[in-house]
């Protein structure tokens, strides 16, 4: 409850912040400033042809899809720089680097290799997040307390049980905070992929409405990126990170 009237309180603040400035003073022109009911008709406009739903589901299961391809290849680089002290000192230093880069700076890429398709905003949702998974899975192993992995070789444990058995139940609670970061990436590189590209999401409805000088709608699709972001997070990853923790006693079940 408490929530709902801070987002009303929001809202009214917002609503206010436009009444103030473009009607009182005269600060803003009307098509550059988004109002909390400009929005909302931006939102019923694309609902009645429901553009606004198929947006968001393209993008969706874009972004589902690069991010599994992103997961299994992050966590087989990540194994691969743990495993190797070669790759350790001369991979790890050069993932770290292209980690940084902005996911738009693929795009050109994508684009020459796989043209306007949905293969290239597949190619730039891996590329922004994979390595990011990566530097997480050799984080959390290296995490792992020392004392448990000698504890079980000295029992007589062999690798794949002591990956299977040790060291992947310890590192759970970081790898799932790494893969909700690779999530984040994954997502924001998505939006950069569709911004360049004509395939429908919500990204070419944030560019449609740029190019149709609608801020209202511009500032609708940034409101619903940001929504299902908050909704993954909440429901997905919050979700595995409670129950992880809350089994190993570190926090209450609730």
Not at 98 to 114: D, M
Not at 232 to 247: G, P, Q, Y
């Amino acid at each position: 409850m408490g929530f709902i009237i801070f987002l009303i309180l929001l809202i009214a603040i917002w609503q206010g912040c436009y009444w103030a400035g473009v009607e009182l003073l005269h600060l803003w022109k009307p098509y550059a400033m988004p109002s909390p009911i400009g929005v909302a008709e931006s939102f019923l406009n694309l609902c009645e042809d429901g553009k606004l739903l198929e947006a968001t589901a393209n993008s969706l299961l874009r972004g589902i899809g690069g991010y599994a391809i992103a997961l299994v290849a992050g966590v087989m680089l990540g194994l691969l720089i743990h495993r190797s002290n070669y790759l350790q000192k001369n991979l790890k230093p050069l993932v770290l680097g292209i980690q940084t880069l902005p996911s738009v700076c693929w795009v050109p890429f994508s684009i020459l290799w796989f043209g306007l398709s949905t293969q290239a905003i597949l190619f730039v949702v891996v590329m922004g997040a994979a390595f990011s998974i990566a530097i997480s899975v050799d984080n959390a192993i290296k995490n792992v307390q020392p004392i448990y992995t000698k504890a079980a070789l000295t029992l007589g444990a062999n690798k794949k049980q002591l990956y299977r058995y040790v060291i992947f139940p310890a590192c759970l609670p970081e790898l799932v905070t790494g893969m909700k970061q690779g999530w984040s990436f994954a997502w924001r590189a998505l939006m950069a992929g569709e911004v360049m590209t004509t395939s429908i999401g919500l990204g070419q409805t944030l560019i449609m409405g740029r190019d149709l000088a609608d801020i209202n709608q511009v500032m609708l699709v940034m409101l619903v990126i940001v929504l299902v972001g908050i909704i993954i997070d909440k429901c997905i990853f919050s979700v595995a990170e409670r129950k992880i923790l809350s089994k190993r006693g570190l926090t209450g079940g609730n």
